[in-house]
């Protein structure tokens, strides 16, 4: 026993960050999506794994998902979201760590990664891929959890050319009961 620590030996600093780190382990590795938000850029949700202590990603590549303001060494805010009710749970800051391709720790994240693309246009042959045109990141985790916003953080919809349903015309729900009472 003398090799163990328990939690009410430890300082409430230390027992904190231990309880925030799994958190987001736990969070992490439960949820599909995280948002992540680089300087100068709106947040993102994205797809990942939870590998070796990090959220590894890959994308920026034909077909995968775009990484904008990524860039390693960066700071980025990570969101995790509650799988089932999709409320937040936790943000955390993390420094993006970019993996050079076929490094062990790109080929570790890479084998996670793998199993968890879906609808992979190339089936085996995407880690070659991703070795050629994509980049594989990790975003680890640089301290404690930060707070959650009061607000909602809901903004307004970027402009765009599509429309939203319009109004049925007056006429179309006799003509639409004219079908089922001839049938």
């Known amino acids: 026993m003398s090799g163990l620590v328990t939690l009410a030996a430890m300082t409430p ?19 599909g999506l995280v948002w992540v938000g680089a300087p100068g850029a709106p947040a993102r ?5 939870w590998h070796e202590g990090a959220v590894c990603l890959v994308g920026d590549g034909p077909g995968e998902q775009p990484l904008p303001g990524l860039t390693s060494g960066a700071r980025v805010e990570v969101t995790v979201r509650s799988k089932d009710k999709g409320g937040r749970l ?10 050079a391709p076929d490094s062990e720790a790109w080929q570790a994240a890479v084998a996670e990664l793998k199993g968890k693309r879906l609808n992979a246009p190339d ?33 307004a919809p970027l402009p765009t050319p599509a429309t939203t349903r319009r109004p049925v015309p007056d ?3 006799r003509l639409l009961s004219r079908k089922r009472r001839g049938k």
């Open 13 to 31: 600093a230390r027992t904190n960050e231990l309880l925030d780190r799994a958190l987001v382990e736990e969070a992490a590795k439960k949820s």
């Open 45 to 49: 949700a994205l797809w990942h794994v």
């Open 90 to 99: 936790v943000s955390w800051a993390a420094k993006v760590v970019e993996l």
């Open 123 to 155: 089936g085996e042959a995407m880690t070659q891929r991703w070795a050629r045109e994509c980049r594989v990141l990790r975003l680890e985790p640089t301290g404690t959890t930060l707070p959650l916003p009061e607000d909602s953080l809901a903004r």
């Open 171 to 173: 006429g179309l729900p």
